[in-house]
C-alpha cells in the first residue's frame, strides 16, 4: 500500500510556481504550499505473494488498485 501525494497535482503546483517566478516574484517571498490531495494504491500481486489479505472495504477506498 502507498499513500501519498497525487504527481499530477504536485507537477501543477510546481508550473503556478515557476510561472510566479518568471513574472517575476523572489522566491523567497513566496508561501510553501502543502499538498492537498493525496491518493491510495494497492498492490494486491505483492499482498498475495507476502500472504496479506486486504479486506474489499480498504480496496473500495483505493484510488489505484494493482491487480
Same mark, same amino acid.
Given at each position: 500500500?502507498? =499513500?501519498?501525494?497525487?504527481? *499530477?497535482?504536485?507537477?501543477?503546483?510546481?508550473? *503556478? =510556481?515557476?510561472?510566479?517566478?518568471?513574472?517575476? +516574484?523572489? !522566491?523567497?517571498?513566496? !508561501? #510553501?504550499?502543502? %499538498?492537498?490531495?493525496?491518493?491510495? $494504491?494497492?498492490?494486491?500481486?505483492? $499482498?498475495?505473494?507476502?500472504?496479506?489479505?486486504? !479486506?474489499? %472495504?480498504?480496496?473500495?477506498? +483505493?484510488?489505484? #488498485?494493482?491487480?
Amino acid at each position: 500500500m502507498s =499513500y501519498g501525494t497525487d504527481l *499530477i497535482e504536485m507537477h501543477r503546483q510546481v508550473g *503556478i =510556481y515557476t510561472g510566479q517566478i518568471l513574472k517575476g +516574484a523572489n !522566491p523567497g517571498n513566496l !508561501p #510553501v504550499v502543502q %499538498s492537498t490531495k493525496f491518493e491510495l $494504491a494497492i498492490n494486491l500481486l505483492t $499482498a498475495r505473494a507476502l500472504g496479506i489479505e486486504v !479486506p474489499n %472495504s480498504i480496496q473500495l477506498l +483505493a484510488d489505484e #488498485v494493482i491487480e
